[in-house]
Every structure is written in structure tokens, then in C-alpha cells.
């Protein structure tokens, strides 16, 4: 950037004919700058002022450009505010579309190592949406925000690790204090600690396989249970049932951002992977 100083801006300077020193010459030459100035002076003038006063040629948004900031804050804010990352290894990036006033994004990638929605844990996850159009209105309005996907081309890959599983089990609360352990067993699960939900509390033994149900518009995780025993005695079908309802389903297509729908379910070890 070019810095001007009074040294630099001289009489001399402002047009190419040379001030006589005779005081006659001065009085012309000033009352010929006055009435006509010479180009490198109105140059200079001009440039001055673009530089001093800058926001007299910003433009104003558009009332369509402000809308759209509005509904990509209101997006950005929610999918932070729902998803995290218990390490602070999180990536998301949104790329708003040309009418992201009209809720149209063109891309939104999520990748976090280990990542948390809500309840849901797991060890590794990544999703990428691509095409997508969203509801403006349920993300901007003043309660119940939420995504309501109406279009978008979604693939997700989820890790679900042991330790992922006894805090799904967990449901939100403190795994330690109930002394609960998820171990895989090929594509069955057992499930062993303290269990406290009002009458049915104490030591329980949980055996059961995890599967792919179809639910609504997707697929949903879920565990059928072949055996639980409270206080080392297996309980009744009725109760056993109850406590299927509690639990189930483990994940949901609609826990996840953008509903992609749960395609496989797969074990490795002491691991089990989902990708759409």
C-alpha cells in the first residue's frame, strides 16, 4: 500500500510547470490550479479519498445474502451444539449452496475420533452430505430448532467400539457407577453390572444379538435379547420385553445428521461398523 507523507506531496509535485519565485507568478499559478486542475493533482485527490473512506463503496447484503448468513449460522450452531468431540478432534465444514436462504447446501462433512451426538458414542465416525436441501424455517425458527432434511445424497461410516457399547447400554448415565462391561461375542453382545430403573434394579446379565430393523424412513440398530437375568435368575418374558423397549433401538437413522440410512452392520473383533 502506498503511504503518502507531507514530504512527498509538494507544490512542485502537483504539476509538471514550476512555481516562479517572483510573488507575481505565484498569484497566477494558484488561481490557474484553482480553475483548472491538472491531472496528476485530481489523480492523487481522487485516490485519497477511496483509501480515507472505504464504506462508501461496500456494498450493502442483499436482504437474500443476509437470510442465507442467518440459516448457515442457525446450521453451524445446531450440529455443534449437538455433536462433539470428547478429545476436541472435531472437523465439520458446511459449504452453503447459491440459495442457502432457501435452505440448499452444497456440502457438509462431520469427522470426529472419538464423537459424540447426544447419547450416541462412537469411536470413529465420518459423514459426508452432498445436494442437500433443508427446511429453513424448523433451523431458524425461535423454538424446536431442528434439521428437517428434505433432500440430500448421505454416506456415513461409524466405529462402535466395546467401551462405544456399555455407554449406549448406559444410556447417558455414568457407566462406572453401574459397573456395566459390553463385550462383543461375534455378533452377539453380553452385557454384565448393576442395572437401576426403579423395580427393576440390581445385577443383570444381558445376552443378545444386534441386527438392522426397518424403521420409517431408515434403519435402525437394534438389539433382540435372548437372556436376562436380574439377581442371577431369569426374569419373565414380560419384563425382559420391557426392558427390549427401554433400550432399543441402540442407534437410530434419525439420531444422525442428514437420516442417511443404515445399510450394513458388520463385526470385527471387538468391534462392530455401520456405513450407509
Not at 462433539?84 to 432457501?102: C, E, F, N, W, Y
Not at 426403579?198 to 445376552?207: A, C, E, K, Y
Request: charged share 20%.
Amino acid at each position: 500500500m502506498t503511504t503518502f507523507s507531507k514530504s512527498t506531496i509538494r507544490p512542485t509535485h502537483l504539476c509538471p510547470t514550476r512555481l516562479a519565485p517572483t510573488r507575481t507568478a505565484a498569484v497566477i499559478l494558484a488561481g490557474a490550479l484553482l480553475l483548472a486542475p491538472c491531472a496528476p493533482f485530481a489523480a492523487t485527490t481522487a485516490f485519497a479519498q477511496t483509501v480515507a473512506r472505504p464504506a462508501q463503496t461496500a456494498k450493502t447484503a442483499t436482504p437474500q445474502q443476509q437470510r442465507a448468513q442467518y440459516v448457515t449460522f442457525r446450521l453451524n450452531k445446531f450440529l455443534r451444539n449437538r455433536i462433539s468431540s470428547p478429545t476436541g478432534k472435531l472437523t465439520m465444514v458446511i459449504k452453503p449452496g447459491a440459495r442457502a436462504d432457501l435452505g440448499f447446501f452444497n456440502e457438509v462433512v462431520i469427522a470426529g475420533a472419538p464423537l459424540q451426538i447426544k447419547k450416541l458414542r462412537v469411536s470413529d465416525f465420518t459423514l459426508r452430505a452432498r445436494n442437500i436441501r433443508l427446511d429453513p424455517n424448523a433451523l431458524t425458527r425461535d423454538s424446536k430448532r431442528e434439521i428437517r432434511t428434505l433432500a440430500a445424497q448421505t454416506s456415513a461410516r461409524a466405529v462402535i467400539s466395546e467401551d462405544d457399547l456399555t455407554w449406549i447400554f448406559a444410556q447417558g448415565n455414568s457407566s462406572k457407577s453401574m459397573g456395566l462391561r459390553a463385550k462383543f461375542l461375534g455378533n452377539q453382545i453380553r452385557v454384565t453390572g448393576n442395572w437401576n430403573w426403579g423395580w427393576f434394579s440390581g445385577p443383570v446379565t444381558v445376552l443378545g444379538t444386534l441386527r438392522l430393523v426397518k424403521s420409517g424412513g431408515g434403519n435402525q440398530v437394534f438389539c433382540d435379547i435372548s437372556s436376562l437375568k436380574l439377581n442371577g435368575a431369569e426374569v419373565p418374558g414380560f419384563m425382559r420385553n420391557k426392558f427390549s423397549e427401554k433400550l432399543n433401538p441402540l442407534i437410530s437413522y434419525d439420531q444422525l445428521p442428514f437420516s442417511p440410512n443404515i445399510r450394513t452392520l458388520t463385526f470385527h473383533g471387538s468391534k462392530a461398523i455401520i456405513t450407509t
